[in-house]
């Protein structure tokens, strides 16, 4: 089997260093079926290939099989495509010695692997149960241009007609880890085989390195089956865990809705003025640990790394999606050890109790609570007032009167198409002096941006202090 990866990206030879495989000299891995060679067929600033070679040792598989299975002979294991044809086993060599490229990190560099460069991947010889239309169906929708030329039988005897195998060039401008996951992923799914038993494990496997991208492609459901061997309850599991509230893909769509929101509320420079709102809140608790829940793409949390003061500062979002943007924002991996062990950020729900969620003397929830069905905020509040118990409590929430005055807003539609309720002055004030009450807190109220005396201001802060 062969894989050749190239960029044109100059520096082109900095691809030694996102692969973690040095240009300069042959590296060759042993696997538990066969050897993995790595090399480098060019290698120059203007462009680079690096080629994955892999042996596959098919003798030796079939005979541990037999002498699992009893030892019972048949020539068929013996004559087959396995060792040519790109399928599970190539999917398992590139993750075994790609296993740092795959994850995103470099530590040479790191901007370098976070950003889309121009790359041309070769498959020699690819299986394509479904034809050359599956495979545009596959890779076109992850921004592939697709170049596809099938492979006859044999060309000594054309009229035994086309194989169901490819040889492949796909070229995309994409971060390097996305490759790799894309053909980690789908080229078992194009074989629609598997070298090795598929059990619950795999469906983590599969939601790890695709769920960025599977819940939003128009063959998802195919792309599970296949790659979970059409084991149905497997399917369900891998489907119901990447589907939240009906929605194909929730991190996805809550980006372009938040992105829609945030230029509905871009002429006035809302954003910026919530998060200035939240943080002289913050401020003014005189807070040594500060926990953002629903911390999103990390903005409040690189505005609090500033404050000097904030000995710990925790992050909990529900997206791992959205907590890889805030891991970016923050420049996790790049800031100085005692920068980086103020800050920590947690996947989590806001609707179950959490004891990380304990201990903390300021708690921000900024835009959060219009995200939770109706029927959920009362386990928000358990979950915020009874069990976390912050010393202080900073909520924001959209007020719906305002609405009117954003002017691309039809009347009676909310700012964001994934919020479930928003409030009027009142319906907060209520909400909050209810919960305050109850859980021994005082509470005043703040407007946060240009006001008017009929309608109020864009958004609505509560400030809750025990």
């Known amino acids: 089997m062969l894989l050749t990866i190239t960029t044109t990206h100059q520096p082109a030879s900095d691809l030694g260093y996102l692969l973690y495989k040095n240009p300069a000299r042959l590296q060759s891995f042993s696997l538990a079926f066969g050897q993995a060679h790595i090399f480098y067929p060019e290698a120059n600033a203007d462009r680079c290939t690096a080629a994955l070679l892999l042996e596959i ?28 044809v790109a399928s599970s086993f190539l999917s398992v060599a590139i993750a075994q010695v790609f296993g740092t490229a795959m994850s995103g990190t470099s530590r040479e560099r790191q901007e370098l692997a976070d950003t889309q460069l121009p790359f041309e991947a070769r498959i020699a010889v690819l299986p394509c149960r479904g034809g050359d239309l599956f495979l545009r169906k596959l890779f076109e929708p992850l921004g ?12 000594r005897f054309p009229e035994w007609g086309e194989s169901r ?16 996951r894309h053909l ?14 598929v059990g619950d494990d795999e469906v983590d496997k599969l939601l790890r390195h695709a769920s960025e991208w599977l819940g939003s492609h128009p063959e998802k459901e195919q792309i599970a089956d296949r790659y979970l061997k059409h084991r149905k309850h497997l399917v369900r599991d891998a ?32 954003n910026e003025h919530r998060i200035g709102a939240v943080l002289a809140a913050v401020r003014n608790s005189n807070p040594r640990r500060v926990l953002d829940l629903g911390c999103g793409s990390g903005k409040l949390l690189e505005r609090l790394l500033h404050e000097n003061s904030i000995e710990r500062i925790v992050g909990l979002d529900v997206s791992y999606r959205v907590l890889e943007v805030a891991k970016d924002r923050l420049r996790l991996e790049r800031l100085p050890e005692n920068q980086k062990s103020r800050i920590q950020l947690m996947q989590g729900s806001l609707t179950y109790r959490d004891r990380r969620l304990e201990g903390f003397d300021c708690a921000t929830a900024v835009e959060v609570i219009e995200h939770l069905d109706p029927d959920r905020l009362a386990a928000f509040e358990r979950v915020v007032f009874a069990f976390a118990k912050p010393q202080t409590l900073v909520i924001t929430t959209p007020n719906t009167e305002y609405n009117i005055k954003f002017d691309n807003l039809p009347a009676g539609k909310l700012r964001h198409k994934d919020h479930r309720f ?45």
């Open 57 to 84: 040792d098919p003798i030796g598989l079939v005979r541990n099989r037999r002498a699992l299975s009893g030892g019972s002979f048949s020539l068929e294991p013996y004559v087959n495509d396995r060792p040519y």
């Open 144 to 155: 592939y241009a697709v170049h596809a030329d099938r492979i006859i039988l044999d060309d």
């Open 165 to 180: 195998y490819y040889s492949v060039r796909l070229e995309a401008r994409v971060r390097l880890r996305d490759l790799l």
């Open 184 to 197: 980690y992923v789908l080229m078992p799914v194009l074989d629609d085989e598997k070298h090795y038993w």
């Open 239 to 270: 489907m119901a865990r990447l589907v939240e509230e009906d929605d194909p893909d929730p991190d996805t769509t809550l980006e372009e809705r938040t992105n829609e929101e945030t230029e509905l509320e871009e002429r006035i420079s809302l």
């Open 422 to 466: 928003e409030w009027t002055r009142l319906e907060f004030e209520s909400w909050a002096k209810r919960n305050a009450e109850k859980y021994g807190y005082s509470v005043r109220f703040l407007a946060i941006g240009p006001a008017y005396p009929e309608l109020g201001a864009p958004t609505q802060m509560g400030v809750f202090q025990r």
